[in-house]
Structures are given as C-alpha cells and as structure tokens.
C-alpha cells in the first residue's frame, strides 16, 4: 500500500503565493506519475497537474499554467505544487495522487490514478 500526505494549504489573498507538498510513504516503484487534482465544493474533482517519476515530464491543466509549478524530489519522496498568483477561482481541497503504471500520454483522469492523499484547503480571498 501506499501512503500520501499533504500539507501547505491554508488561507493567502489573491495574487499571493502556497507551495503544497505531498509525501509518499509505503510501497515504492521504479517508475510511477504523480498528480495534484482540487475539488470545490458542488464540484467534480478537477485535474491540476502531473509530472513523471523522473521529473522529465510535466503537464497543466489550461487554468493553471504559467502560475503553477510542480516539481518532485525522490530523495525525499515528496512532490510539491508551487501556486503563484493566486486566484480566488483556485479555492478547493487539493489532492496528490499517485499512479504505479505510467503511460506515455498524460494521465488527467482522476480515475487513472491509484492512490489519494486525504486532501489539503487552499482558500484565496479576494
């Protein structure tokens, strides 16, 4: 089994700036994807970002680019979310995710993925 984390949320006001983190603990595998997915409230679950076990390959959603950066640091396990120039459209209870069969394609289906931490708030008031 695997074990996810997270941590960083909290209250910042628009324009200002979170970094999330997400640790994996339990079960390791050579080669695996990562994601950041958020949910508001009345909403579906929403795709953010992913990158590749090697950090070689990342991916954002059309909302989030250019203002966020994930990045992953395999020494400690942990893949982070950098949130820059926050909106107030950005609330939501953000999610890592973790998936242990990549595929060459981007994976941006909550469904795709095999494990979830239990989540962390990110509110930005206006």
């Known amino acids: 089994q695997v074990q996810l984390v997270e941590s960083g949320g909290g209250l910042v006001q628009a324009g200002g700036s979170l970094r999330l983190s997400c640790v994996a603990s339990?079960?390791?595998?050579?080669?695996?994807?990562m994601g950041w997915f958020r949910q508001a409230p009345g909403s579906e679950r929403e795709f953010v970002s992913t990158?590749?076990?090697?950090?070689?390959?990342?991916y954002y959603a059309d909302s989030v680019k250019g203002r966020f950066t994930i990045s992953l640091d395999n020494a400690k396990n942990t893949v982070y979310l950098q949130m820059n120039s926050l909106k107030p459209e950005d609330t939501a209870v953000y999610y890592c995710?973790?998936?242990?069969?990549?595929?060459?394609?981007?994976?941006?289906?909550?469904?795709?993925?095999?494990?979830w931490g239990q989540g962390t708030q990110v509110t930005v008031s206006s």
């Open positions: 990158i590749s076990w090697s950090g070689g390959r990342t």
């Open positions: 995710a973790k998936r242990t069969k990549p595929i060459p394609t981007p994976i941006t289906r909550a469904g795709g993925y095999d494990y």
């Open positions: 339990g079960r390791t595998f050579s080669s695996y994807v």
